[in-house]
């Protein structure tokens, strides 16, 4: 078994995250895997649990929040890929 860096959970199906650049982490649930490791939206504050928006090296949650900081690549993010459904 192995317990859980971030709740203390021994748990006997913990897994192991492995980081890019080598660090290796312990959990018991996906819920502390984003407590410890997720990063932050830099206009919200919630924590990033899904592909976000990456600008000039800021974090977003949703092209919202991204279109909400006052730069250029911002404003051009959108939410949808392609055209509207009919």
């Given amino acids: 078994m ?7 959970n021994d748990y006997w199906l913990a897994f192991e995250v492995r980081t890019v650049s080598g660090d290796v982490h312990t959990f018991d649930s996906f819920e ?10 830099e206009h919200c504050g919630i924590k990033i649990s899904g592909h976000g928006v990456e600008v000039s090296g800021r974090f977003f949650c949703c092209g919202h929040c991204a279109r909400a ?3 250029e690549q911002g404003a051009e993010i959108r939410d949808a890929v392609g055209a509207r459904p009919a």
């Fill in 2 to 8: 192995a317990t859980c860096e971030v709740c203390g």
């Fill in 32 to 41: 502390c895997a984003i407590h410890k490791l997720a990063p932050i939206c």
């Fill in 69 to 71: 900081v006052e730069t």
